[in-house]
């Protein structure tokens, strides 16, 4: 009967802790996708630049075009939902309205974000890229 509970308390220890961890990394999605999205929407763009993939990147700086924009509405339209069996990807969109400073014309686009997960380092990236503002 001991081995019994020892291994019911075993089972149940390793469901815990697999629940904790799951939640951790929704936890650290979330603190990702804010802290992303705070970054576009202040202008720190080289910030927002370092949270997609390194291997996406095409130089060591974001994209200079941006300094010509300036977000004023940086809405979450779909939250964060998870589209992989190993709960590794997920798709966020976003509502964004910009103006291009030379212009001061307002525009608006759809970002579609595909964020995913990389269990080595433990990190939230964004695969999708920068979203496409017009010239």
Same mark, same amino acid.
């Given at each position: 009967? *001991? ?8 089972l149940m220890a390793a469901a815990s802790c697999?629940? +904790?961890?799951? $939640?951790? !990394?929704? /936890? ?23 949270? %997609? @993939?390194?291997?996406?990147? @095409? ?8 300094? *010509? #924009?300036?977000?004023?509405?940086? $809405?979450? +339209? &779909? ?7 190993? &709960?590794? !990807? #997920? $798709? &966020? !969109? %976003? /509502?964004?309205?910009?103006?291009? !400073?030379?212009? /001061?014309? #307002? @525009?608006?686009?759809?970002? &579609? /974000? ?22």
């Open positions: 009967m *001991n081995r019994l509970l020892l291994c019911f308390l075993v697999a629940k +904790i961890e799951k $939640e951790k !990394r929704y /936890q650290g999605l979330i603190t990702t996708t804010e802290g992303y999205g705070d970054a576009l929407r202040w202008g720190y763009y080289d910030s927002a630049y370092s949270y %997609v @993939h390194p291997s996406l990147r @095409h130089a060591d700086a974001y994209p200079k075009a941006l300094d *010509n #924009v300036r977000i004023t509405t940086y $809405e979450v +339209i &779909q939250p964060p939902a998870i589209y992989s069996e190993d &709960q590794t !990807r #997920v $798709e &966020q !969109r %976003v /509502q964004i309205e910009y103006v291009l !400073r030379d212009e /001061q014309v #307002v @525009h608006k686009l759809s970002d &579609q /974000q595909d964020w995913r997960y990389d269990p080595e380092t433990k990190t939230w990236w964004l695969y999708s890229g920068l979203p496409k503002f017009l010239p």
